[in-house]
């Protein structure tokens, strides 16, 4: 497609006149040249002085209407004109930006105005842009299907683009618009864009410092060199505003290390000779290092006496001069003033620099200003969230004194909600007196929706398909309502649930979930997983929370259930009964049904900046919870649970983590080997709890290793071991994790990495009862039971097979299983089960901690949120099963 360059524009000086013609037609297709300037014959200079205007004509118009046309010049019939006239109208014409020339024909005072109305345009083409999506560049052009086309408007567009790829670093695009006529006055306008690469920071450079070094002064900038390990990041792309805020960086950091006078000479970026990247320079004057001098505070607020709150000044006569200690002294004052309900109180330093000792005195003032009380409360922009919704997160009421404490506090709630958007801040503007204070919450309601269909597959239990339905938000009356299905390929299950947070409008929070779950567990069998026994459960649970301070809330729940433990019949019984032999005596002790009926509370502190994703703060859960009432099932179960962030700066985050637990049956199972907690509903510990080992990697085990046959030799390799956790009473677990923040580009693409050590165990069991073989001589004789000492082996262990009633099975000589010994006089050999022998060793059950080191990521990929862990296991226990690699992976669809 050829196409017309939308170049330069003459400017139209004189208006001529010519011998009448008609303007021409438009071209229809591609044309090789568009000029858009006017073009006139040079005659007015003959026109006498002030002539009379016999009439105005149009032509050439076609949407627009002559009289419109006339409105827009100051040329009237039977007014006199002159030259300056004619050209006062040909630049009132072009103004109007509607044509693209304009002739005026003068006639003996007969006006003639000849238009070339300026095309309407079809569409907006963009041509060569892979960086940008399509969308991002048309919302910031102006130009628009079925707009008047104007140069003007054109070369702004262009600009726009290209400032567009300035905002990312390159410098080098550029833009050619191209204009292709159409019939009818129609054009097509195509912007042809060549992006060019990114320009990076090829060299900084700092001419000036003798204090610190260039690379102690790159550290503190924003803008990076370019180096092949920033991949992931921006920081190394030239950005104009990056450039003066590093600047202020560098001031920053000089005034934090008591260089008072320091200041920025220059700061120059230039292109290198290829024009792709930049360097940049920095010229500095250090100056001399300042002591602080004298420091007082100087208050005019009657409950904030000067003598009562000299202790808030950190700083001492004699230290170096720190202009963030200034800052946060400040932040301080300020703060504690509005404590006092001093809303806007503000301390402002007054600084003396005595350069012949090189110290600063610094006074604190803080003027004499009313206390200031509520005067209303302003909700704006939720349409969906009911305002009591958002009033009752409020910790401050109109006609209530000012505290800043509180205002903040109800800033948290209110954010901690998830209705909203992120940064939410309540804005505080004066009343209609002195001493009123308006409180507005400008809201932007989020969706609260959520829709889920996902599948995806996961380390710990491979194919995973979810479906579910949550309103977080219901009716806008803050409810939450979900539903949800899962199904892998170990577990299952349907769960309904309701939550109301304010029960008739009082801060009591109810709720109620039914549930419905399926349950597979398996053993190793080298790395081969193997259905062990089946676990469902069926019931309900209500709860109720009610806050007992700002932080402290109680929480009470009441649930009930059944359970039905099982096994495979044909793999782990014999004769209609559970065989130890088969299954281990921990799982024969297991299987059966059971009602568990138990009532628990949790005592929660939490004084978190986000429950979402948090940065600071702290959040302690101490639970319990009794099962015994009307049930089967009598124990007591106790947790604690404490979590510690700290926002350390720079966008690092660092958490601390901990939690413990352990369990008191109330029954007397009695026998040998059996615990008096039963299997299910003891502690199991590995991943994902604990990273760096396997899926209930952690913790007492037992493990069977099998003979060579023949011989008293076992088969140690793994892939032949059979290894079943039968979890523990006890359990602690502990994690310290740092969150590492990366550039811009990256926080875009979802990527969260971060460090991590976790330590914890799992242990307290009864000893179970080992299963044991005979150990026989040469002969064939037993000797004793495993493990087998000298030249015995071990032998297997026949069982009989039983019918129904008790009675021993025959073969028959089809192969069919009978209980009859005889069959048409033939002998029916007996009808055995031999099991050969095996080696049991129960492992793991200590309290020495289990410690791994490691580092992972989280990605919101567009498949869905992807995590990926690598752990290394420094410390572990025999029989623990490690694991250097783990990941977790689901797709929307």
Do not use: H
């Not at 059971?594 to 005592?603: A, M, N, Q």
């Not at 299963?771 to 002969?779: E, S, V």
């Amino acid at each position: 497609m050829l196409g017309t360059m939308l170049g330069g524009f003459a400017v139209p000086a004189l208006a001529q006149p010519a011998p009448p013609s008609p303007p021409p037609a438009p071209a229809q297709g591609p044309v090789p040249q568009f000029d858009t300037g006017a073009q006139a014959v040079d005659t007015a200079s003959q026109l006498p002085e002030g002539q009379v205007i016999r009439a105005v004509l149009v032509e050439g118009s076609q949407r627009i209407e002559p009289d419109t046309v006339r409105s827009y010049v100051q040329l009237r019939p039977g007014a006199t004109y002159t030259r300056e006239d004619l050209d006062e109208a040909l630049r009132d014409l072009f103004e109007t930006e509607l044509f693209a020339d304009v002739e005026i024909r003068d006639n003996q005072g007969e006006l003639t105005i000849v238009v070339q109305e300026n095309p309407v345009i079809n569409r907006i083409l963009l041509e060569g842009n892979r960086r940008l999506d399509d969308d991002d560049i048309r919302g910031e052009i102006r130009l628009a299907p079925r707009q008047i086309f104007t140069r003007s408007r054109a070369r702004a567009d262009v600009a726009r683009i290209i400032e567009l790829y300035r905002r990312r670093g390159r410098f080098a695009a550029s833009v050619e618009p191209q204009m292709v006529e159409l019939d009818q006055n129609r054009v097509d306008i195509v912007f042809e864009i060549s992006e060019g690469p990114r320009s990076r920071v090829q060299q900084i450079n700092v001419i000036g410092n003798e204090v610190f070094s260039d690379s102690d002064l790159r550290s503190e900038m924003a803008t990076k060199q370019s180096r092949f390990f920033r991949f992931f990041s921006s920081s190394d792309t030239f950005d104009p505003d990056r450039l003066a805020f590093d600047q202020q960086r560098l001031r920053q950091f000089y005034l934090t290390e008591g260089y008072a006078d320091f200041r920025v000479i220059s700061a120059v970026a230039e292109l290198t000779p290829d024009r792709r990247d930049f360097i940049i320079t920095y010229v500095v004057e250090e100056g001399e290092r300042y002591r602080f001098g004298e420091l007082e505070l100087d208050s005019d607020l009657r409950d904030f006496s000067s003598e009562r709150f000299a202790g808030f000044i950190p700083m001492q006569t004699g230290d170096w001069y720190n202009a963030q200690q200034i800052e946060d002294t400040i932040d301080r004052l300020n703060e504690t003033a509005g404590l006092l309900g001093y809303a806007f109180a503000e301390a402002r330093p007054e600084f003396n620099i005595n350069r012949d000792d090189r110290t600063m005195d610094v006074r604190f003032r803080i003027e004499e200003t009313p206390r200031v009380y509520i005067e209303r409360i302003d909700i704006n922009g939720n349409t969906l969230t009911r305002d009591k919704v958002i009033r009752r997160e409020f910790r401050l009421q109109e006609g209530d004194a000012f505290n800043s404490f509180l205002v903040r506090r109800s800033q948290s709630r209110i954010q901690s909600l998830g209705f909203f958007q992120e940064n939410f801040e309540i804005e505080q503007s004066p009343g209609s007196a002195p001493d009123r204070i308006v409180l507005t919450a400008n809201v932007e309601e989020n969706p609260t929706g959520e829709l889920q269909v996902s599948a995806g597959f996961s380390s710990l239990e491979r194919f995973i398909l979810n479906f579910s339905v949550r309103q977080r938000n219901f009716l806008g009356k803050g409810q939450e309502l979900r539903a949800g299905v899962n199904w892998s390929s170990f577990s299952n299950s349907i769960e309904l649930g309701f939550t109301e947070p304010y029960l008739f409008d009082r801060n009591i929070a109810v709720g109620v979930d039914l549930f419905r779950r399926d349950f597979d567990s398996f053993n190793f069998i080298g790395n081969d997983r193997n259905t062990t026994y089946e676990q469902v459960s069926t019931g309900f649970q209500v709860r109720a929370g009610v806050p007992l301070t700002e932080y402290w809330t109680l929480a009470l729940r009441y649930g009930l259930s059944q359970e039905d433990i099982t096994l495979d019949r044909n793999t782990f019984f014999i004769n209609d009964e559970c065989s130890p032999l088969l299954a281990g005596r921990f799982l024969c002790d297991t299987i059966g049904e059971r009602i568990i009926s138990s009532i628990g509370y949790s005592l929660v502190y939490n004084n978190l900046d986000n429950n979402v994703r948090p940065s600071s703060g702290r959040r302690i859960i101490l639970s319990q919870d009794f099962a015994g009432l009307l049930g089967d099932v009598r124990y007591l179960r106790t947790r604690i649970d404490a979590d510690q962030y700290f926002n350390i700066g720079s966008g690092f985050i660092f958490g601390l983590s901990a939690e413990a637990g352990y369990i008191q049956s109330f029954e007397n199972r009695g026998g040998a080997g059996v615990d008096d907690v039963r299997l299910t509903d003891r502690f199991f510990l590995g991943e994902p709890q604990i990273r760096g080992f396997d899926i209930r990697g952690v913790g007492p085990r037992v493990q069977r290793f099998s003979y060579e046959p023949g011989t008293n030799n076992l088969i140690t390799e793994e892939r032949f071991v059979t290894d079943d956790a039968i979890g523990g009473r006890a359990y602690y677990l502990a994690r310290a994790e740092l969150e590492i923040p990366l550039g811009s580009g990256a926080r875009e693409l979802g990527f969260r990495p971060s460090i991590f050590v976790d330590a914890g165990a799992v242990f307290g069991v009864t000893d179970p009862v080992l299963q044991t073989f005979p150990c026989l001589d040469a002969n064939g004789n037993e000797v004793g039971r495993t493990p087998c000492t000298g030249d015995a082996i071990p032998g297997p262990i026949i069982t009989r097979l039983l019918d129904n009633t008790g009675n021993p099975l025959f073969i028959a000589p089809d192969g069919t299983l009978t209980p009859d010994a005889v069959t048409d006089g033939t002998n029916n050999p007996e009808a055995n089960r031999t099991i050969a022998p095996f080696l049991e060793r129960f492992v793991g059950d200590s309290p020495s901690p289990r410690v791994t080191i490691g580092a992972g990521v989280s990605w919101n990929s567009p498949f869905g949120p992807f995590r990926i862990d690598l752990a290394y296991a420094l410390l572990q226990e025999e029989g623990d099963e490690d694991k250097i690699f783990s990941f977790n992976i689901g797709t929307q669809f």
